[in-house]
Nanobody, 117 residues
Framework: EVQLVESGGGLVQTGGSLRLSCAASGFAFDEYVIGWFRQAPGKEREGVSYINNGDGSKWYADSVKGRFTISRDNAKNTVTLQMNSLNVEDTAVYYC??????????WGQGTQVTVSS
């Protein structure tokens, strides 16, 4: 059974930082690109950042480029998102998943990030 468990969210002020973690199980983690997504109230879920399983190359949405850093640990089946210089537009529930799958793995519960002004 595939499980994706996100953690690390919280309430921070504008300009603050958070570090999100995702623990994955039930699939060959090191064979897939893995990434972070977010969904703000009233908006569709969107991709935030992905990291390649092979060469470790990374993709970032324009809105987070230069502020967020993604990393992965294939030995521990975890992916991490370091978020700096947070602003209110980053407020959302954050999820991890495999972006290359036509049908995503079952979404986890996500972790809430709230940035106050």
């Amino acid at each position: 059974e595939v499980q994706l468990v996100e953690s690390g969210g919280g309430l921070v002020q504008t300009g603050g930082s958070l570090r999100l973690s995702c623990a994955a199980s039930g699939f060959a983690f090191d064979e897939y690109v893995i990434g972070w997504f977010r969904q703000a109230p009233g908006k569709e879920r969107e991709g935030v950042s992905y990291i390649n399983n092979g060469d470790g190359s990374k993709w970032y949405a324009d809105s987070v480029k230069g502020r967020f850093t993604i990393s992965r640990d294939n030995a521990k089946n975890t992916v991490t998102l370091q978020m700096n210089s947070l602003n209110v537009e980053d407020t959302a529930v954050y999820y991890c998943n495999v972006p290359s799958r036509t049908i995503p793995y079952p979404w986890g519960q996500g972790t809430q990030v709230t940035v106050s002004s």
